[in-house]
């Protein structure tokens, strides 16, 4: 396929309506979704670091979007983000956090008063149950300290491999992919994966990238995914990396059409 020049993409922070793409001159996606049947392993791995590179320039600012100070805080809201938004734990970790400080306050917490403060996350009793068993299992097997291993992490209380991925990129420097669903979503949309379990996808997408990039790679997944690749009405119009996306047209294809989907973090 002849190459086509994208719109510009929208830099971050994002701050004010998003404008219809400027197109000069006109853009001319495809009218059907490019396919890659008959793709190579390594004319796959061009493609999705050629779509990489594409999205770290649209989201220059791409990062975890749970606040936190230390291991222990991202490990706990990380958790806390299970079924709802970032944006409702970040509402509710400030408290959480200035009254229980360590492990040790998480074990001896009190329960009606630790199940009050995380009540507006959803499925409070069970995370309840999480934070105050990661607490104890903290003090018991580690004084208190996050690990910094994927194999210690997974066996803690409310830590599979997403949650663990998550600490170890964020709070420990350590690359790891999170398959969160934006992430698996959009993988199988691009066409770099079919597979559904996230185990696999993560080993198959991990052997597309540089170990170095996985980190970052998940985070501008994620924000691509939250912002414009959306689960029932992707922004298709108004993606910077629509010329390579076999899903092409799933949603909107008219850029000002496309353009107000794009979803303004508040």
């Keep these: 396929m002849p190459s086509q020049r994208v719109a510009a993409p ?8 998003i404008p219809p793409p400027v197109l000069d001159p006109p853009l001319k996606l495809p009218r059907k979704a490019p396919v890659y049947a008959d793709e190579t392993p390594a004319q796959l791995v061009r493609r999705a670091r050629k779509m990489h590179r594409v999205l770290t320039e649209t989201y220059p600012d791409a990062h975890c979007e749970l606040d936190f100070t230390n291991p222990l805080e991202l490990l706990v809201a990380t958790i806390l983000s299970a079924q709802t938004t970032d944006v409702m734990v970040n509402k509710v970790t400030p408290t959480l956090f200035a009254k229980y400080p360590t492990a040790q306050a998480y074990a001896e917490a009190d329960r009606e008063e630790l199940e009050a403060i995380l009540k507006p996350t959803g499925f409070f009793r069970a995370k309840t149950n999480s934070v105050m068993k990661l607490g104890q299992a903290l003090v018991d097997e580690y004084d208190g300290v996050v690990p910094g291993r994927l194999e210690e992490l997974v066996k803690l209380p409310g830590t599979g491999r997403k949650t663990a991925n998550v600490v170890l990129g964020n709070a420990f420097g ?7 669903t934006h992430f698996g979503r959009l993988v199988r949309r691009f066409g770099w994966t079919t597979e559904e379990d996230p185990v696999k996808v993560e080993h198959l997408i991990g052997a597309l990238f540089p170990k170095k990039d996985w980190t970052m790679l998940s985070h501008r997944l994620i924000f691509h995914g939250r912002r414009r690749c959306h689960a029932k009405k992707p922004a298709c119009g108004a993606c910077p990396i629509a010329q390579w996306c076999p899903s092409y047209g799933a949603g ?8 107000k989907l794009v979803k303004v973090p508040a």
């Excluded at 909107?252 to 353009?259: G, K, N, R």
């Design 10 to 17: 929208v830099p971050g922070p994002f701050s004010g309506p």
């Design 174 to 180: 350590v690359p790891g992919i999170t398959v969160d």
């Design 252 to 259: 909107p294809t008219d850029p000002v059409v496309a353009a």
